[in-house]
């Protein structure tokens, strides 16, 4: 089964007037739907948009498994284990926040800068927070999420490239960039698909395009 979520049918989030927009695809902060809480251990794909100088001031995390992956600028990052890493397209970064971390992202550059943030629920909480970053993660090699059970396909395809999608309980794919055929939908930017129990699908590049695919055990 294959559910498409639509770029415009995430939830609008963000401070405009900071600098900040925010696209959502699951229930987040004051949005809140009890149909859309999470898909598997996905709990959050964000879509987020920072002017130069504008970010996230030091938060909170816990029990929650952070990856980001940037689509264009730099993003640099802050916690509280005193790590300071700049993030940028093509890296993979993972906050593991465990019992609780503190951190801050910002956009320190000069651009506009655009990231795509997942949360993931790991499962068994707590432990100690742990932080890695893999820069230039090379294409569809898988990048494992131990803790939540999950692993990550990062997928640069030419037009017409097709590529096997993995036989799993549960994909979460999100396309980043480009334009894609999957199930005889055609998905763009921003365009998501939850596929449960699907066995033999293959995704086709329409146009030149990034797509992130979340392989887990259970949905």
């Given at each position: 089964?294959?559910?498409?979520?639509?770029?415009?049918?995430?939830?609008?989030?963000?401070?405009?007037?900071?600098?900040?927009?925010?696209?959502?695809?699951?229930?987040?902060?004051?949005?809140?739907?009890?149909?859309?809480?999470?898909?598997?251990?996905?709990?959050?794909?964000?879509?987020?948009r920072l002017a130069p100088g504008a970010g996230f001031g030091e938060h909170p995390h816990s029990h929650t498994e952070i990856v980001t992956w940037v689509v264009e600028g730099e993003?640099?990052?802050?916690?509280?284990?005193?790590?300071?890493?700049?993030?940028?397209?093509?890296?993979?970064?993972?906050?593991?926040?465990?019992?609780?971390?503190?951190?801050?992202?910002?956009?320190?550059?000069?651009?506009?800068?655009?990231?795509?943030?997942?949360?993931?629920?790991?499962?068994?909480?707590?432990?100690?927070?742990?932080?890695?970053?893999?820069?230039?993660?090379?294409?569809?090699?898988?990048?494992?999420?131990?803790?939540?059970?999950?692993?990550?396909?990062?997928?640069?395809?030419?037009?017409?490239?097709?590529?096997?999608?993995?036989?799993?309980?549960?994909?979460?794919?999100?396309?980043?960039?480009?334009?894609?055929?999957?199930?005889?939908?055609?998905?763009?930017?921003?365009?998501?698909?939850?596929?449960?129990?699907?066995?033999?699908?293959?995704?086709?590049?329409?146009?030149?395009?990034?797509?992130?695919?979340?392989?887990?055990?259970?949905?």
């Amino acid at each position: 089964m294959i559910s498409v979520q639509r770029s415009d049918e995430r939830f609008a989030g963000g401070d405009r007037a900071a600098g900040i927009e925010s696209r959502h695809a699951f229930s987040f902060g004051t949005f809140y739907d009890p149909d859309n809480l999470r898909f598997g251990p996905v709990i959050a794909c964000n879509e987020e948009r920072l002017a130069p100088g504008a970010g996230f001031g030091e938060h909170p995390h816990s029990h929650t498994e952070i990856v980001t992956w940037v689509v264009e600028g730099e993003l640099t990052h802050r916690d509280s284990a005193g790590r300071t890493t700049v993030v940028r397209p093509g890296d993979v970064q993972r906050l593991s926040s465990a019992g609780g971390v503190r951190h801050a992202e910002r956009n320190e550059g000069t651009e506009p800068l655009t990231f795509i943030q997942m949360w993931l629920a790991p499962l068994v909480p707590g432990g100690d927070p742990a932080y890695e970053i893999v820069h230039g993660i090379a294409d569809s090699t898988p990048y494992a999420v131990l803790a939540a059970g999950a692993l990550l396909y990062v997928r640069r395809l030419t037009a017409g490239e097709r590529t096997a999608v993995p036989d799993a309980p549960g994909v979460y794919l999100h396309v980043v960039r480009g334009e894609v055929a999957l199930g005889g939908e055609e998905l763009g930017p921003g365009d998501a698909a939850r596929i449960t129990r699907a066995e033999g699908l293959d995704l086709t590049a329409v146009t030149p395009a990034e797509v992130l695919m979340w392989d887990f055990n259970s949905a």
